[in-house]
């Protein structure tokens, strides 16, 4: 399985203030463990790193994510992308550029996308987004 793990999950992974046992991080430590096909996107790894102000965790950081391949964007996604929020937008449903262009680029890999961002269900009901499911 292929599998995007969106921002709204690392951010929950990555917390130090507090304790990080949830749902959704204990599934993302199923689905590392298991070796599943985990993918970055530039935007992702950017939200996860602008957030970081100490350089030394900002660098530990960066590194661990290292181990994660990047799926190009290319220019196809891009316009897909436009099309899915035009589709979107017609069906009364709002969404930020950058969940459309995740969204878009989840589907033209054929990847899942783990997330717990709700925008994304709507996004799933109206086009081909898989999302991960966790139990």
Not at 24 to 42: D, H, M, P, S, V
Not at 47 to 54: A, D, F, M, R
Not at 107 to 121: A, G, M, P, Q, V
Request: proline share 2%.
């Amino acid at each position: 399985m292929k599998v995007i793990v969106d921002t709204s999950i690392w951010s929950l992974a990555l917390r130090r203030h507090t304790p990080s046992i949830n749902p959704e991080t204990e599934a993302l430590r199923r689905i590392i463990e298991q070796g599943e096909n985990i993918f970055l996107l530039g935007i992702i790894l950017q939200e996860i790193l602008q957030g970081v102000k100490e350089q030394a965790v900002f660098k530990s950081i960066k590194e661990h994510f290292d181990a994660f391949p990047m799926l190009e964007i290319t220019r196809e996604i891009y316009v897909k992308a436009a099309e899915l929020r035009n589709h979107l937008s017609k069906n009364g449903i709002q969404v930020s550029t950058v969940d459309a262009l995740i969204a878009a680029a989840a589907i033209s890999n054929e990847c899942y996308l783990f997330t717990n961002d709700k925008d994304f269900s709507y996004i799933a009901k109206h086009s081909k987004l898989k999302l991960l499911k966790i139990h």
